[in-house]
């Protein structure tokens, strides 16, 4: 029921739920209102909303809106009462509370209630912690209404922090009791941005900076580091980035970002920052102008082709580039060189992911809306890590588990969201077929699998039922090393939930069987006809990795498929895109990225465009990467600095990143949204939509769309999933997922409501029995490296290295177990050396237990380390993804040098 509630005599209608202070706001009139927000929990404390409800004076954030409540606001008593209230809080406060250049919540309102700054008459003398790089601490500007303290436990779920002291001496402190720097902060900058005095603040010019209000310097885009697609506001002083707001209305993140989004900007200004164009001469690079960087590019690719044909060219495009960059990378290879040797990172991530949805259920995303989280009542995590890899995410599942929804974390680490777990699986890493086919035949014997929707809307149970019949949970316990009581427990759970959803990342597609670890895991929602819009779950998302991974290929940078999804080999979606481009689109599909490095070695490939991947630190077996490169007559890299990749290139052209440039980016739920320039690039650095354009002009063609808008125009009237997408529109409702194939049509956020996209139009079942990983342990090297990610670092690192991320975490480390550093003489914080088969890297050792013993676990976020000289060529076999999560190594204590 919807309260009616009159404020001051004018009626407002309200949620049912609402508080008076939100009547108020609904009713155009403000309160003062310092202890509260709206993302958080109301707590009532600091007295400064008071109204008069029914005759009763009440703090209105505390108080329910009750149906026909009369509610003054504006008499002068209530007035005064408000004033002395706020009042008496600023006058414990040293004078720089209220200092002019304050900017803070606290500021604001006293300026609003006439309270001048000489209230402000405390004392100073409690200090400051300035030991972290992005929050600091003024205590002397603490008011103790807890709103850092409840930022920390009920929007990030962090809970590093506490209200110490007593009375007027209350003071907010780490909860660990030492400096910030030391204790359990992530950065996520919540408490930052929530804090109304300042006392909580970034260094620099963000300082004290009240989000609450947006000024028009603030430039509205979305976040360039991960797949969540966080909405941000930039706020630029001087044309340079003073800080990295998170926007209270995104529709993902609502008010909450991450230490990535939020202050990963130092890159910017980076002194290594490439200016111009550089080419090499005598086997050095050199300064160019970009006249001749670009012509020695058209000269190089006219050479490639005359010498071994189009399919001489290559590209790997950028999932950190817009889409409309993606989508002109993808017309050039096509229509102006005549090549589909077009690929993206996804092929390193999530290509597993693509090809297994589409065959369960017939499209390339996610089946449903991450908005479902709020109405799940049960998560299955598996092989993902959102409390670092997609820290909203993270926060957002989390505090859905502490709010009561069952939570299955399928993981072989201890990752954040495991020790909040229901059920934590502890799957050894490549046998996720088994574990999954488990958790099916528990579904499958104990009736939870849902009769009337297979019948009706699913194929292949048959086969399904006569394998799964091997899968018992004492043979899945044999191969996963998951109890049995666990599967079934978990099965149980599952199976009996309400609205079951099933998150999941990595862990599933980096593997030898990546795609049948997505199909078999698909089979579960199905088996219980939890997705397909039926209301009785919320299907299966993959968290997908890089903020436009989704988008490069929704644009088509693929060797297989055209801008949404159309195959190469289908004449139909070919003639679409050759009547927009017209000229002809080649219908063999082109190579994948490792078949790219493979033909390079070869001679058959003569000319690689690398566009935003650093290969030769991040893809598999990375001196073979190195090797290809070398050999590759012509290599040219776009890029922000001289990476490992870039070091390898005959030109590197200089380009502009997320925060410098326009467009829009697809996120891990299928939304669409807008990116904007907050900033100027620095020098001669063009974005890559120029750069591609300009490139293609050297050649002699004119690739048309002169404007990004004008790109994704073009996208969709070759994409029928996209027709309905522009920057006109994204500008006017902010998000819109796909598909959305016509501009009066809202997106899809939840798939196959009426039937599913695969040619039946049914949901496909997946029975392909389990198979063992590429790489085992062996006498020789005894151990299981599982790689992945760490919170403060971003893949290559190349832009949170250049950063102050570098001071929460400056090295690279190897996790491994109390029994393994034992067993190795490895000493925590002691250098270490990891040989695999392949290669050979130098971490330092981090003992814990993270990991069971007999598994050891790093990222590769320091390229100099050489972790991807350890991993193999081993990969997917469907779709080529690198086998990442499993690698045999051993170990040895010195970082000795042979
Ligand atoms: N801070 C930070 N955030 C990032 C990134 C980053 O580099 N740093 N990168 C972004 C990108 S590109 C991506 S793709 C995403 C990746 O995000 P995630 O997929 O969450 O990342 P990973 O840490 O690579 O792997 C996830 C988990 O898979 C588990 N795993 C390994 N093998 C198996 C297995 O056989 N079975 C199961 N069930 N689990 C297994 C690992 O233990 C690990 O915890 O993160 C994005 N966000
Ligand atoms: N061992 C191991 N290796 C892995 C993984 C793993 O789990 N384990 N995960 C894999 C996965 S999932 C992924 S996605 C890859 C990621 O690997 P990469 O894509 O190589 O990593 P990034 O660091 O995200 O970015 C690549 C480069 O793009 C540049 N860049 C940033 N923005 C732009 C832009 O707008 N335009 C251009 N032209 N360049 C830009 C950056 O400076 C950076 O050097 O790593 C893979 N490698
Ligand atoms: S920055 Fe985030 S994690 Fe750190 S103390 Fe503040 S709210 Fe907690
Ligand atoms: S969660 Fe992802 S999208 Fe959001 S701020 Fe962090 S890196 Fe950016
Ligand atoms: S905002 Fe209502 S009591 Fe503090
Ligand atoms: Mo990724």
Redesign the pocket.
């Known amino acids: 029921m919807s309260p009616v509630v009159r404020v001051d005599g004018k009626a407002v209608e309200l949620p049912p739920d609402a508080s008076l202070l939100e009547a108020v706001r609904a009713a155009g009139a403000d309160l003062p209102a310092l202890c509260h927000d709206d993302r958080l929990r109301p707590a009532g404390s600091c007295r400064t909303c008071l109204v008069r409800a029914d005759g009763r004076l009440v703090a209105a954030c505390v108080t329910p809106a009750v149906p026909d409540a009369a509610v003054d606001v504006a008499d002068d008593e209530l007035r005064t009462l408000r004033r002395d209230a706020v009042a008496l809080i600023a006058s414990a406060l040293p004078p720089r509370a209220l200092a002019a250049d304050a900017g803070t919540e606290l500021a604001r309102v006293c300026t609003e209630l006439d309270i001048g700054s000489q209230t402000a008459a405390g004392t100073s003398g409690r200090g400051r912690d300035d030991s972290h790089p992005f929050v600091h601490l003024d205590r002397d500007l603490c008011i103790a209404c807890g709103r850092c303290v409840r930022m920390c436990s009920d929007v990030q779920g962090t809970f590093a922090l506490t209200l110490t002291g007593r009375g007027a001496d209350t003071v907010v402190a780490p909860g660990t009791g030492g400096p910030w720097a030391a204790s359990d902060c992530v950065a996520c900058g919540g408490c930052v941005d929530t804090c109304p005095t300042g006392a909580i603040s970034q260094p620099g010019p963000g300082r004290g900076l009240d989000s609450g209000r947006p000024p028009p310097d603030r430039v509205p885009t979305t976040c360039?580091y991960c797949g969540v697609g966080c909405a941000l506001d930039v706020v630029v002083r001087e044309g340079r980035v003073a800080a990295v707001l998170p926007a209270r209305d995104g529709p993902v993140n609502r008010g909450h970002a991450c230490v990535k989004g939020r202050f990963a900007h130092g890159y910017l200004a980076s002194a290594e920052r490439l200016t111009e164009p550089l080419v090499r001469e005598n086997g050095e690079l050199r300064p160019a102008t970009w006249e001749e960087a670009l012509a020695r590019f058209a000269e190089g690719l006219r050479r490639a082709v005359h010498d071994g044909g189009p399919d001489a060219v290559a590209a790997i495009s950028?999932?950190?580039?817009t889409n409309e960059e993606n989508y002109l990378v993808q017309k050039f290879m096509r229509a102006v060189i005549g090549t589909n040797n077009i690929d993206n990172?996804s092929r390193?991530?999530h290509a597993p992911s693509a090809a297994g949805l589409t065959a369960s259920f017939g499209c390339a995303g996610g089946t449903d809306s991450f908005d479902d989280v709020e109405t799940a009542d049960c998560f299955l995590v598996v092989g993902a890590n959102p409390v670092e890899a997609h820290p909203v995410v993270g926060a957002r599942l989390l505090q859905r588990a502490l709010a009561g929804a069952s939570l299955i974390v399928a993981d072989p680490r201890a990752v954040g969201l495991a020790h909040h777990a229901d059920i934590h699986l502890r799957p050894s890493p490549g046998t996720n077929v088994a574990l999954f086919h488990g958790l099916a035949h528990v579904l499958v014997a104990e009736g939870l699998a849902d009769s009337g929707f297979l019948r009706d809307r699913v194929t292949g149970l048959d086969d399904l039922l006569v394998l799964l019949a091997d899968y018992p949970p004492d043979r899945v316990a044999d191969i996963t090393g998951v109890p049995a009581a666990d599967v079934v427990a978990a099965a149980r759970l599952y199976g009996r939930a309400e609205h079951p959803a099933v998150v999941y990342g990595?862990g599933v597609t980096?593997h030898l069987h990546g795609t049948d670890g997505v199909r078999t895991l698909a089979n579960l929602p199905i088996l219980r006809g939890a997705v397909g819009g039926t209301g009785r779950g919320h299907g299966i998302i993959p968290l997908r990795?890089?903020n436009n991974?989704q988008g490069a290929s929704d644009m088509g940078a693929l060797p297989d498929l055209l801008p949404g999804y159309g195959r190469v080999t289908d004449p139909e979606a070919r003639a679409r895109a050759e009547e927009v481009w017209g000229r002809a689109v080649p219908s063999a599909p082109g190579l994948r990225i490792p078949e790219m490095f493979t033909a390079a070695r070869d001679g058959r490939l003569r000319a690689l465009w690398v566009?935003?991947?650093?290969?030769c630190?991040?893809?598999?077996d990375s001196r073979h990467v190195a090797e290809a490169l070398d050999t590759c007559p012509l290599v040219v890299v776009?890029?922000?600095?001289l990476?490992e990749t870039a070091r390898h290139a005959d030109i590197v052209l200089p380009?502009?990143?997320?925060l410098e440039k326009d467009g829009t980016f697809v996120n891990f739920d299928r939304r669409f949204q807008r990116v904007r320039a907050a900033v100027c690039p620095p020098g001669a650095v063009r974005t890559?939509f120029e750069v591609v354009r300009s490139v293609a002009a050297a050649t002699g063609a004119d690739l048309g769309c002169p404007t990004p808008a004008e790109a994704l125009d073009e996208c969709a009237r070759i994409a029928p999933l996209l027709g309905g997408l522009s920057h006109a529109r994204l500008d006017r409702e902010g998000a819109v997922h796909w598909p959305c194939p016509s501009p009066d049509e809202p997106g899809e956020a939840t798939l196959y409501t009426r039937e599913f996209a695969t040619a039946d139009g049914r949901a496909h079942l997946c029975a392909v029995p389990y198979l063992p990983p590429g790489e085992e342990p062996d006498d020789d090297y005894p151990l299981l490296l599982v790689?992945?990610r760490r919170w403060a670092h971003?893949?290559?690192?190349?832009?949170t290295r250049r950063g102050a991320n570098l001071l929460l975490d400056n090295r690279g480390s190897l996790d491994l177990h109390p029994e393994d550093a034992a067993r190795y003489g490895v000493r925590d914080g002691a250098p270490v050396t990891v040989r695999s088969r392949h290669g050979r890297a130098r971490l330092v050792a981090r003992v814990g237990t993270e990991l069971v013993p007999g598994q050891v676990f790093c990222a590769?976020h320091f390229p100099a380390d050489g972790?991807?000289t350890l991993?193999s060529r081993h990969a997917d076999t469907v779709t080529s993804c690198p086998e990442?999560k499993v690698t045999a190594v051993r170990l040895s204590a010195a970082a000795d040098d042979d």
Do not use: H, K
Request: hydrophobic fraction near 35%; charged fraction near 15%; charge should be negative.
């Open positions: 360039g950028s999932a950190r580039a990172c390193l991530c990595l980096e990795g890089q991974v566009i935003g991947e650093d290969v630190a991040t893809d598999p776009n890029e922000l600095f990476g380009v502009a990143s997320w890559d790689t992945g971003y893949n290559s690192g190349s832009m590769f972790v991807n991993t990442y």
